[in-house]
């Protein structure tokens, strides 16, 4: 059956015993009340709203339905073969009627006729109508086109007169809205009474089964746009490329992965054959205060590197920072090379260079103070204590031994007030430096001179000046100069005094007793000469040894109660004070010991 479109019943063929169908206990389908095309409304007898009646097959004519009372003529019901001992498959019509028409849409999507297939042949073992309208015949059109004749299925024989019908069980039929088929059709268009009656409205949902047509034409092929159509081999060429493109680029990928991969393995060094070696983590930067590398690191910024070049000789020193004014502290040993027109650079920690100028320089302090200009961002040296120093306490040397500029050694203070004489190359004995200096063991080698000798809270305690070199076993008393372990260093108290002396006035004053001593004694002790250097009296008249009593050929055994052994000793525990500061004198006159008082004066003549 077509499902989806409603169906015309009617009763047995003329002679067909009448058959009550079951309530679907024998596999028949229900029926449901007929509807009336007109308004879609159903048609109820007097049995219950759920219920109808049936009403006896009537006779009509083919294409024009009959009113009440009317006969059909033109087409007799055709005779049917009936078995009473068969049952027609469910859902399909029985043998005893001829199968319905394959139906068709009357026209196309353009409005051209389409004309109605053949109509089947009939079953063997069927009548078949006597007289059947052609399939190609036109269809009469009136008010509205009558149904084509349904198959016979079995339904309940309508009822004698006199007698009710019976009841039918009910079932509910799905309205179905006017067809376009109770319109006429235009002039000269075929209509098929059995598709008009069962075709949707338009306006229903659609139906995909209905939508559907087999027999509808193929759909016009798709239209160009214009553009070029490739032809097989540009499209193989294409497919060639895209396959060379992919290649390239997977190799690229592949090749980046394991240069990847490779640098991770040797940087990890991932394999049986490679070695890898524990290793402690990295530590922070930032060391103790107290080491020798906290030490270092506080007081790099603040020293700095000499380059002296003079009309005969050039030479490398250190220096440190006294103030931001950019006045440095170096030894005078290191600067005297650039003479009166020499040239000075001095290099910073941070690399920068700058000219620098001489302002004061004193050969028997071995002490100089040089000043560079429009330099910003100096870092003064913290200067400590000298008088507090003792006996191995660390301390950290800092200067560019042979050039190689922020070299940092330590060592201990090995000893105190230790008196070295310094200079004398030029044979007069006026670069002759005397003093009473630090004694360490901290690595000191040439180009160290003029750099700080740092406690351990990195304040200056003294000035790296001077070396004892190894003997080379002539007994001359030269050899290689290099450190031994012996290194001395100028006290930063004497220091202190004598750079502010040079800064202030460009010259520094030394302490006299105001005698000449004899430096050829070889006793104990340093004892006063007969006369003077001039060729006058030993003792200067009126200075401040003639005033405290003192006489030629005494012999000066101690210095504020510690002993001295020559006339050098003496000269370096004067030159540890200030002039104005009193010293007690033990000494030796006519083979009795005496002590005298004696304030200092200046060698300038006070």
Known sequence: MDEGKPRAVSGPGEGAPPRTGPTGSDGDFLLGPPEDRASGAQTHGSAAADDFELRPPGPRRLGVPLGEGQVAQDRPEPPQDYDSSSTPPYGVPGPWAPAPRVQHPATTSQGTAIPAPPTPAPREGHDTPTSAPSPDAPVPLGDAPAPVPAPHFDAPAPPSAGQPPAPVPATTVAPVAPSPADTPPPEGQLADSAQDAASPPASAT????????????????LQQTGAAVDTEGARRRRARRALLVGALLLALVAGGIGGVVGAYLERNGVGDDVVELPQAEEEPA??????????????????VTLHVRGAEESGTGTGFVLDERGHILTNNHVVEPAGADGE????????????????????????AVVEVSGVGGLRPMPLGNSDSVQVGDPVVAIGAPFDLEGTVTSGIISAKERPVTAGGESGEGSDVSYVDALQTDAPINPGNSGGPLLDSRARVIGINSAIRSADDGTGSGTGQAGSIGLGFAIPVNQAKRVAEELINTGRATHPVIGVTLDMDYTGDGARIGTKGSDGGPAVTAGGPGDRAGLRAGDVITAVDGRRIHSGDELIVRTRAHRPGDRLQLTLKRDGRERKLSLILGSSDGG
């Open 206 to 221: 659609p139906n995909p089964w209905q939508n559907y047509d087999p027999w509808a034409p193929v759909p016009a092929p």
């Open 286 to 303: 930032r060391r103790a205060p107290g080491t020798v590398a906290g030490i270092a690191a506080r007081a790099l910024p603040s020293v």
């Open 344 to 367: 000075i650079s001095v290099t910073f920690q941070s690399g920068d260079t700058a000219e620098a100028t001489v302002v004061g320089r004193d050969s028997g302090y071995d002490l």
